[in-house]
């Protein structure tokens, strides 16, 4: 249905709803405490609208805003309604709504009413209990304090004989970043898991509405280091959608090439965790030199390994010329031969498939349940790709199909990130080819007028990225909500163990690898 | 008197080159997966540095926690003095390999006990699972051990070894029982496909998640008692199976043979473990009995090959 059917729609079901459409594909549909519930379940279920997120702003009041997307027409509905303490629960038939009320109401204070799940998300037990650092009264620059008031966080219980809980974390014993684990398991098999995070909650929505419009694109790149330029991508996205602003098609091809190289070596750093993670190491040592040579190249392109401040608002920040094309022909002409074979004995590995085959499976029905998205979502049956259904700069033009798998175990997403590495070979040559002449750096003083708001989304090699960005004033934002693939994703992550026996966890971990600063921001 | 050093010198050839066999294998794997690798020695460093580090104990471990790891050590070093490595006699009156296999049994038992001891999940659970393997281990062994005996109607591996050594063919059977002896060894030792002794994640682990709680010098003892348990078993492999070459009298050239024979062998078995460990990934945890059933059949079948023919 296109947007403008459904703005009708909407008003011949409920005429007190105050209804806008905005930047084209955006709809706002204002509704009451009351009423939302009805709504929202009508765009959902008759509508087959998809649940995306909820948010909170602070105006006179606070307004809610559920985020709804038709993913085939490729427009977002809003559903906003006033509240003063307590917010509608959607978790009779969103079930990943918890999430986002759980942490409006610790970041807000705002109660949940009649919700199943009320338990504190951002807030660890350490927190003090009556502080709201999203609220406008709150500070810019306080911290706070470590006062232990927040009550106990409880974990589901299994009980009966030979169950046992086993808590993982949130040290662990890589290099990563810190997250609990609280496996429930009957001897090998797991019952159930349950992941908790935000130990590292950074209040990054915090630091947007404080930073200039200017700089804001380097904070955002530091929401998630692994995808830098997805991130600054989007800012570059929200901001030209705000101030309607055509990049030429040479800066689209480039930003093209930056977003596809990082999804190369991302996806080469996945596959090189699964592997490792069963114990076959071979392959995974010579992914890793792959990858290396893939950050070297982005180094040699802008400076630094992860292609950061390279993405601006209505430009593009390096130099681009006939030696920058040519360095990354050569390279990926380089690499793309050594990784075929690799990937071929990989492939061809008795041992390597009997792990992957049909462990960590995520069932269509689930994934469809908790809109999984990204190589998750697709690999078990979802045909969503941001790339496709949003297309951005160039990817109308050059990303004709979805990757899809069916069976939604570890072996299909490692199918998966595998055909996204040789999808992102064949975008950057496009790319490059539509590349005529030199791309001169170029970094315009974006001005943004206040009270203007827009949504911007980008396929991160997480998954879906929807960033909402209201503007205030002094070319600053209000508010920037971050809606990170990572925050939804994990939760797929308890379904694709439920059963499987304990020491496959790591490999079902390591298949869906989701970033921990993302989901913490 | 002769005989006696050299039954003194070859265990302390074994126990003190232990660690160095283990560096080899390392850097073999290294060597495999294409980088240099840490050096051959890395081993003797490491346990110079945890001896001189502190240590934490758990605050509720027990005293099983506290001499615990001296006692694996103790059992693995007096192991190595009642195994021949390069020099046998026909005689001799120790070396039953009953006693060699219960004493370096009582490693894994007092290795899950230390597990078990520091109240950590990681730690029972890397104790059941070594359990649940050594449980389907140990009738391999006996079927092994029957094979050896049936062989050269002997339970003295000094004894076999000198049988086998004078031996000129081998039946197939010899063959299988050495197959199936060598599938034990990598159980035993937590090597690849039933162990990934490199992993870094508690979850999967099996022998290194019991000895997550120590450190120090006890950690030292049991990586220790861990090198000199795999060259044991690697030593017994050989002696048994393929003692060709072994010194049977005390004189400096058939020593210098037998020992160059020695070391000739253990590389071959240690590039064959690198081989294995870095071509092929790690079996599911409930698909190693299926791996040690296949071993225990294997020995069977050697038996009753070596009956028929």
């Not at chain 1, 209990?129 to 500070?139: G, I, M, T």
């Not at chain 1, 085959?357 to 809109?371: L, P």
């Not at chain 2, 540095?49 to 605050?59: N, P, Q, T």
């Not at chain 2, 002896?181 to 870094?200: G, Q, W």
Request: include cysteine; glycine fraction near 6%.
């Amino acid at each position: 249905m296109k947007i403008n059917l459904l703005e009708k729609e909407i008003k011949n079901i409920n005429n007190r709803a105050e209804t806008e459409i905005k930047n084209n594909n955006e709809l706002y549909i204002n509704t009451t405490f009351e009423e939302v519930k009805n709504i929202v379940g009508i765009l959902m279920n008759n509508l087959r609208l998809v649940f995306v997120g909820e948010f909170c702003i602070q105006e006179k009041s606070f307004i809610i805003n559920i985020i709804l997307t038709n993913r085939r027409q490729g427009y977002f509905v809003t559903v906003r309604y006033n509240v003063t303490d307590e917010l509608v629960s959607l978790q009779d038939f969103v079930p990943q709504s918890n999430l986002f009320e759980r942490e409006i109401s610790d970041l807000y204070g705002i109660k949940i009413v009649d919700g199943k799940d009320t338990r504190n998300i951002v807030k660890h037990e350490i927190w003090q209990e009556n502080v709201f650092p999203l609220r406008k009264d709150y500070a810019f620059g306080s911290k706070v304090k470590l006062a232990s008031e927040v009550s106990r966080y409880k974990f589901m219980r299994i009980s009966g004989e030979g169950g046992y809980q086993i808590p993982v974390g949130p040290v662990h014993a890589g290099i990563i970043e810190p997250g609990h684990f609280r496996f429930s398991a009957t001897g090998e098999p797991i019952e159930n898991l349950e992941i908790r995070l935000m130990y590292k909650h950074k209040g990054i929505e915090k630091i947007c509405e404080n930073i200039n419009a200017n700089n804001l694109n380097l904070l955002f790149e530091r929401v998630a280091g692994e995808s830098s330029v997805a991130y600054a991508e989007c800012y570059a996205l929200l901001v030209e959608k705000l101030i309607e602003w055509k990049s030429t098609d040479e800066v689209k091809a480039v930003r093209v090439v930056l977003l596809e190289l990082e999804r190369i070596y991302n996806y080469l750093d996945d596959i090189t965790g699964i592997c490792v993670d069963i114990g076959y190491s071979y392959p995974p040592k010579k992914f890793s030199y792959l990858s290396e040579m893939i950050h070297q190249l982005c180094e040699r392109l802008t400076g630094s390994r992860f292609l950061r401040n390279a993405i601006v608002p209505c430009g593009i920040n390096i130099d681009f010329n006939e030696v920058q094309k040519a360095d990354i022909l050569y390279t990926l002409k380089n690499i793309e031969k050594r990784l075929n074979n690799i990937i071929e004995s990989t492939l061809g590995s008795v041992s390597f498939l009997d792990r992957v085959e049909h462990t960590g499976v995520v069932y269509n029905k689930t994934a469809n349940k908790i809109a999984l998205t990204g190589v998750v979502g697709r690999s078990a049956g979802i045909e969503y790709d941001v790339r496709r259904n949003f297309p951005y700069e160039i990817y109308k033009e050059i990303k004709t199909k979805t990757n899809t798998e069916t069976a939604g175990g570890v072996f299909e997403r490692y199918k998966l990130k595998i055909a996204e590495i040789k999808d992102a070979f064949i975008f950057i040559r496009k790319a490059l080819s539509l590349i005529e002449g030199d791309v001169v750096k170029n970094k315009p003083e974006i001005i943004l007028q206040d009270g203007l708001e827009a949504y911007a989304t980008v396929e991160t090699v997480k998954g879906e990225l929807v960033v909402y960005g209201k503007t205030g004033e002094n070319n600053t934002f209000d508010r920037i909500y971050f809606k990170t693939p990572s925050f939804t994703n994990w939760n797929g992550l308890t379904y694709a163990v439920a059963g499987e026996i304990v020491p496959d966890f790591p490999l079902c971990n390591k298949s869906f690898n989701m970033s921990y600063a993302e989901n913490d921001r | 008197m002769s005989t006696y050093i050299i039954y003194i010198i070859q265990p302390l050839f074994l126990l003190l080159l232990a660690p160095l066999f283990i560096g080899i294998l390392n850097k073999t794997k290294a060597c495999f997966r294409g980088y240099t690798g840490a050096s051959i020695f890395q081993l003797y460093y490491d346990l110079s540095k945890l001896i001189k580090k502190g240590e934490v104990i758990s605050a509720s471990s027990s005293f099983v926690t506290k001499i615990g790891p001296l006692l694996t050590l103790v059992a693995a070093v007096s192991c190595a003095f009642v195994i021949p490595v390069f020099y046998t006699s026909r005689e001799s009156i120790f070396g039953n390999i009953f006693v060699i296999f219960f004493t370096l049994g009582i490693i894994k038992f007092v290795t899950s006990l230390i597990g078990l001891d520091s109240a950590s999940t990681f730690g029972g659970m890397g104790s059941s699972r070594e359990l649940f393997i050594s449980m389907l281990v140990e009738p391999i062994m006996f079927v092994v051990v029957t094979f050896l005996f049936i062989e050269t109607k002997s339970f003295n591996i000094f004894t076999i070894a000198s049988t086998n050594s004078t031996q000129l063919s081998f039946g197939p059977g010899h063959v299988l029982a050495a197959l199936a002896f060598f599938i034990l060894v990598l159980a035993e030792n937590a090597r690849m496909p039933l162990d990934n002794p490199e992993t870094h994640l508690e979850l999967t682990m099996v022998h290194e998640a019991m000895i997550l709680d120590l450190s120090g010098k006890r950690l030292a003892f049991v990586e220790l008692a861990s090198a000199i348990k795999l060259v044991l078993f690697l030593t017994i492999l050989i002696n048994g199976f393929l003692p060709y070459g072994i010194a049977m009298e005390f004189n400096l050239l058939t020593i210098a043979l037998a020992l160059a024979l020695y070391i000739v062998k253990i590389m071959i078995l240690l590039f064959a473990i690198a081989l294995l460990e870095t071509t092929m990934a790690k079996f599911r945890l409930f698909k190693v009995p299926e791996l040690l059933t296949f071993a225990f059949s294997i020995g069977i079948v050697s038996i009753i090959i070596n009956h028929y023919m």
